[in-house]
């Protein structure tokens, strides 16, 4: 039976609606811009030109527009396109407000699974710029030898010409003589007030959370191994741009590997 996934992802303010699948194992469609979503299975090298899902990715998008990668994996599965490429300009630069948030997620033994979210979105206001994102990731793993089981998952944020930057990001993991388990979560806010710049540069506000503790919390081991990813962008405004990465990779009875990034610009 498939595996119940480790956490549901909190949902940000988004322009349009977003239903993160309940069961990352079932097949039901996931209903965002007319995207569907299905597990790779196992028979087979994943479709170049579409990713593994058969769905084209939406990526580098100029003007107002939005970007999205999706990408799922479970065992034998290879590893999805590098990056979504697009339909921006090329050579295109961007001296207002630029967001790129994403992370990675990894898990070692004979049972594992590793999920990603990443969600940004950037809007131009006329006399000031927003950029709002998310990135969660997790991991679990299972190991039939003591010690045999390793779990790590990490985010990061990199702004730049923004004024005001709030970015709140929290670790936790744990182990057990044959489990291991990591969450990394970060989300964050910029502002770009136009014509202006504080005089010590940008106002940056950062909030970490760390924590090592084994946490059963209900949560069950996983079965088989296991990868799913999901990337969303969105910008707003005139010559913004918006991309996604999404990477999924799975090997049976060693390890599950997700990573994700979302970049937008005003």
Not at 83 to 101: I, R
Not at 224 to 230: G, R
Request: glycine letters at 14%; charged letters at 15%.
């Amino acid at each position: 039976m498939p595996p119940p996934p480790i956490g549901k992802a909190s949902e940000l303010d988004t322009p349009g609606p977003l239903r993160w699948p309940a069961d990352p194992g079932d097949d039901a469609q996931l209903d965002h811009g007319g995207m569907g979503v299905s597990e790779d299975h196992n028979d087979g090298a994943p479709d170049q030109g579409t990713g593994a899902l058969g769905i084209p990715h939406e990526s580098l998008v100029a003007g107002d527009g939005g970007g999205a990668g999706v990408t799922a994996g479970n065992m034998g599965a290879q590893p999805q396109s590098p990056c979504d490429q697009g339909t921006g300009a090329p050579g295109a630069s961007h001296e207002g407000l630029v967001a790129l948030v994403g992370g990675s997620a990894v898990a070692a033994g004979q049972h594992t699974l590793t999920t990603g979210l990443v969600q940004n979105f950037a809007e131009d206001r006329g006399t000031y710029s927003i950029a709002r994102g998310e990135a969660i990731f997790e991991a679990s793993a299972h190991s039939t030898e003591p010690g045999g089981a390793v779990a790590a998952a990490d985010t990061f944020l990199v702004v730049s010409h923004a004024d005001f930057i709030i970015e709140n990001e929290r670790s936790y993991g744990g182990h057990g003589s044959n489990d291991a388990w990591a969450v990394s979560e970060l989300d964050y806010v910029a502002i770009d007030i136009k014509g202006w710049s504080p005089t010590d540069g940008p106002m940056v506000i950062e909030w970490h959370q760390l924590g090592h503790h084994w946490q059963t919390c209900g949560n069950e081991p996983p079965y088989d191994n296991n990868a799913y990813v999901m990337a969303l962008a969105e910008a707003h405004g005139a010559g913004s741009l918006s991309a996604t990465l999404t990477n999924a990779l799975t090997f049976e009875n060693h390890f599950s590997f997700v990573n994700a990034m979302g970049m937008v610009a005003v």
